[in-house]
């Protein structure tokens, strides 16, 4: 049994030191332009140290801000780091939709955005994590990555994570879209993934429509017996349960 975040987690407070968020920009080779992610440093940030990465994928209707303006996850994080609940880790929180207008407009569902969610592996790989170890002090070993999202973020993290278990080694898929691959694709050899996972997270709202992706593939890890965290929470396809799975799933990381 998880217990879902305690009152206040997502409230500002003053008497503590908080982390920073900017925005960077960076060159894709993938896409052929510019783009941009947001970066938040923990608190006491020092470039003396060394930080492991959590790349936090944003949904459908969102782009590199979407965590941001509707998920609090600075304030979130501020308050972990200060009641010691987490280790001091980087979150960046790039742009999903690997094509040239990646803004949230339009029909969102269009063939090529779709595709573009996918492209985006490309673009992660080649481009931003080299991006983002060339200018930040991060550590540059799997087990010092993490990737998680929001429904497409969560397929995302899904399908990029279980195919690049040489880079990251803790993944989360929050109320995963129907862009997630079939389990079976996703963990084609069971013995191999379970023995290079640090953390598998699966986690969905009793209220979501899209619950059943998330049932599947945790029914397969079960079969397979692959180690993983399976988490039906109360609520829909929204922020409270998104913030909630960053809460638990943070605390769970680089540990
Ligand atoms: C779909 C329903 C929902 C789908 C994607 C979503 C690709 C994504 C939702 C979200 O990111 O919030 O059929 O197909």
Redesign the pocket.
Known sequence: MIASASAGFDQYRDNITHGVVETIEYNSTTVGNVRKAMVYLPPCFSSEMTYPVLYLLH???GDEKEWHTHGSPAIILDNLYADDLIQPMIVVCPNGRAMSNDRAEGDL?ESEK?RAFERFESDLMQDLIPHIESCYPVAQTRDRRAIAGL??GGGQSLNIGLRNLDHFTWIGAFSA???TKSPEFLVPDPAETSSLLSLLWLSCGDQDN?IQISADVHEYLKQQGIPHIWYEESGG?DWPVWKNDLYLFSQRLFK
């Open positions: 949904g459908i209707g569902f779709i429904s497409m879209a129907p862009n899209l396809h």
